[in-house]
């Protein structure tokens, strides 16, 4: 088996079926790659990059094409250091590692489909018979009784997790967004929904927050800010509180994981080992978040997971790209000795729905390992065909001059 071809895939489709996450996005773009041999098989992996700035992925792919031309896939580790190395000056963090993510895992769902393995086995085999998961549900939908029944809708899906953003979001008179940022109007309104939703989802739940890097159009959360939030939040026993702070700030989250018992979480807008190794040797996290789309490569992924196992942490796996990108979380999140939660796209449309091969199992709450070869991801011509890519549909953070719409 050789290589004769390394390409890339955009496309569009609907975000989501999910009724309240919809009044916030309509669409999202994916980027896939796609390796394909002299043979009978195709590898496909998926670069997180293309949810927020597809455009860029097929120059930086085609720039790497012609290392892996003529190539097998026996040492995968070593073709990702030649690309990793050819793009030196240029991808030791950030977006040549991003889309060299899914390469590499196009080459890892190649070889899992010519052994006839799933990933995981080739990344040491499942270390679980079942890991907990969670529904990744977007901003808080206000008023409350939108929220309760958000709440409900996952819970109906067989979720026992559920993640909400920090702030509130209405769509019912058009688009508005409420982020509190003086330190305590942001911990008392953040401590009157969490107060709300342990009491309407209970003890047993396990309940998330997205501080989304304290985000809005013109400032982020201070240490100040988050550090109150979390205070406040404390008595209803978050699993984690995510991306309170910017990543710009590690010294910050150091000192915020020092300041409260609650869980802090973080790490899926950091590239490479390199990049995370930074936040790990400051414990930054108490659990960590890479994305086995977006860190670097699956290879990369095992590194940074290994690295929070020596500093005693966890994992958490962060997944909102589409349906390979969720896909190389799982087998990942399997793989990796420390893992505690696996992020999950609930009530997910076709570029989860249609892409996935049958191989995500969720029974009681918790995800069973995957067992189709390779990643058990599909790309047919018709899939192609039925979510052509639309220039513009990537994610962005909407600040004067350029507002996001879809």
């Known amino acids: 088996m050789k290589i ?60 790497f094409k012609s290392i892996l031309i003529g190539q097998n896939v026996d040492n995968i580790p070593e073709l990702w250091q030649r690309m990793y190395h050819c793009g030196n000056f240029w991808c030791r963090v950030g977006l040549g590692a991003i889309v060299l993510n899914g390469i590499e895992a196009a080459l890892w769902d190649l070889k899992g489909k010519l052994l006839d393995q799933p990933v995981h086995a080739l990344l040491g085999g499942a270390k679980y018979d079942r890991l907990p998961c969670y529904a990744t549900g977007g901003p808080s939908n206000y008023p409350k009784d939108k929220l309760a029944g958000k709440i409900d809708h996952y819970f109906s899906l067989g979720f026992k997790g559920i993640k909400v953003g920090a702030g509130s979001f209405t769509s019912d008179h058009g688009k508005e967004w409420y982020m509190p940022m003086d330190p305590q109007a942001a911990a008392d309104f953040e401590a009157d929904k969490w107060a709300f939703m342990r009491n309407h989802a209970g003890d047993d739940a396990w309940l998330m927050m997205d501080g989304h890097m304290g985000n809005n159009a013109s400032a982020t959360w201070t240490l100040e800010v988050a550090t109150a939030v979390a205070k406040a939040i404390e008595p209803f026993t978050p699993f984690f509180l995510e991306e309170p702070l910017h990543y710009t700030d590690p010294w ?47 290879g990369e992924f095992m590194i940074v997971a290994k690295m929070m196992a020596e500093k005693g942490r966890k994992i958490a796996t962060h997944a909102w790209g589409a349906g390979g ?16 939660m696996l992020e999950i796209a609930p009530d997910y449309a076709g570029l989860h729905a249609d892409v996935i091969d049958g191989g995500l199992i969720i029974k009681d709450g918790h995800v069973l390992p995957p067992d189709r070869p390779g990643f058990g991801v599909i790309l047919t011509d018709e899939i192609k065909a039925r979510y052509p890519f639309q220039p513009g549909t990537g994610e962005f953070n909407s600040v004067p001059g350029k507002i996001l719409s879809t």
Request: overall charge negative; hydrophobic content about 35%; aromatic content about 10%.
């Open 4 to 63: 004769t071809d390394v390409r890339t895939i955009l496309l569009t489709g609907p975000c989501t079926n999910d009724p309240y996450l919809s009044e916030a996005r309509k669409l999202r773009s994916a980027a896939f790659i796609e390796v394909i041999t002299d043979g009978d098989h195709t590898g496909i992996g998926e670069t997180y990059a293309g949810y927020f700035c597809p455009e860029t992925v097929p120059s930086i792919v085609e720039f």
């Open 252 to 298: 910050g989250y150091a000192e915020l994981c020092k300041a409260t018992i609650v869980p802090i979480a973080g790490g899926e807008c950091l590239t490479a080992s390199y990049e995370w190794k930074v936040f790990a040797e400051q414990d930054c996290f108490d659990i960590g978040q890479p994305d086995a789309s977006f860190t670097g490569g699956i």
């Open 325 to 340: 990108s969720l896909m190389q979380n799982v087998h990942c999140g399997f793989a990796a000795p420390n893992t505690c």
